[in-house]
């Protein structure tokens, strides 16, 4: 469960991250959804934004993506006349289509014409276990790059 995920990985608060490892770890897992430093792809929150938060709840929002997911980023599930289903955030719903951003930027255009249906998600787009294969030590390098340390 996320709860046990956060509770595994609470270690990591309590070391002292490598800022250099912890941008591997970024450019590996996040940067094709997020930017920190001019770097990585806009589809979720620029993490700029987001580490003034602290630590611990960047890390919850790691382990836990989908406990508290913005308006702004939640998922648009939509299906099309031709059976075709696209998830992404919403880059811009205007009277002719929906456009959204999916990961790595792809940005798909949906003319009204095509959508059956169209249905907000609770989730957020980014994927629960990001953590496998990290362990503690490597969450604390991927904080201390995200603090800017």
Same mark, same amino acid.
């Given at each position: 469960?996320?709860?046990?995920?956060? &509770?595994?990985?609470?270690?990591?608060?309590? +070391?002292?991250? !490598?800022?250099? &490892?912890?941008?591997?770890?970024? @450019? *590996?897992? #996040?940067?094709? #959804?997020?930017?920190?430093?001019?770097?990585?792809?806009?589809?979720? $929150?620029?993490?700029?934004?987001?580490?003034?938060?602290? &630590?611990?709840?960047?890390?919850?929002?790691? +382990?836990?993506?989908?406990?508290?997911?913005? $308006?702004?980023?939640? =998922?648009?599930?939509?299906? =099309? =006349?031709?059976?075709? /289903?696209?998830?992404?955030?919403?880059?811009? /719903?205007?009277? !002719?289509?929906?456009?959204?951003?999916?990961?790595?930027?792809? *940005?798909?255009?949906?003319?009204?014409?095509?959508?059956?249906?169209?249905?907000?998600? =609770?989730?957020? +787009?980014? $994927? @629960?276990?990001?953590?496998?294969?990290?362990? $503690?030590?490597? +969450?604390?390098?991927?904080?201390?790059?995200?603090?800017?340390?």
């Amino acid at each position: 469960s996320r709860a046990e995920a956060v &509770k595994k990985y609470s270690a990591a608060l309590e +070391l002292t991250g !490598n800022a250099a &490892k912890g941008r591997a770890i970024y @450019e *590996e897992r #996040c940067a094709s #959804c997020h930017r920190l430093y001019g770097q990585g792809t806009p589809v979720g $929150p620029d993490l700029e934004s987001v580490r003034t938060a602290g &630590k611990e709840t960047t890390l919850i929002n790691i +382990l836990d993506p989908n406990r508290e997911v913005p $308006p702004r980023y939640a =998922t648009l599930e939509i299906s =099309t =006349t031709d059976d075709e /289903d696209i998830s992404g955030v919403i880059a811009n /719903d205007a009277a !002719n289509g929906i456009s959204i951003i999916q990961a790595n930027g792809v *940005e798909s255009f949906v003319p009204r014409s095509r959508i059956r249906s169209t249905r907000t998600s =609770t989730t957020s +787009l980014m $994927p @629960e276990g990001l953590e496998a294969g990290l362990s $503690p030590a490597d +969450l604390a390098d991927l904080l201390s790059y995200i603090a800017g340390e």
